[in-house]
């Protein structure tokens, strides 16, 4: 059923916010990357419902990205600037390490 779909989507998100903290508490910079180069389809328009956990009632509709598990993600428009966005992501996580 789709309430069932929904609460997998949610353990399997909060299974991957777990590891994604544990791998950065190790000190292992993680960047999910998402090429967006459609901007009919952006995954930046995509919309989720979130369902009451006891009622499967719909709550509300948020931006897919709200919850997105990964707290360091690029939006890649134009895959030409990969390069770039890279070593700008690497040079954000060096000085945040140099900081701490």
């Known amino acids: ?21 544990e791998i950065w508490d190790a000190g ?6 998402i090429i967006d180069n459609n901007p009919k389809d952006s995954i930046l328009d995509v919309r989720t419902p979130v369902f009451d956990p006891a009622t499967g009632k719909l709550l509300r509709i948020e931006s897919y990205m709200e919850t997105f598990p990964f707290p360091y993600y690029v939006v890649l428009r134009d895959p030409t600037e990969l390069p770039t966005t890279l070593a700008d992501a690497l040079r954000q996580w060096i000085e945040m390490i140099a900081s701490q």
């Open 1 to 21: 059923s789709g309430i069932n779909a929904e609460y997998e989507a949610v353990v399997s998100t909060q299974s991957t916010g777990k590891a994604v903290k």
């Open 28 to 33: 292992i910079l993680v960047v999910f990357l």
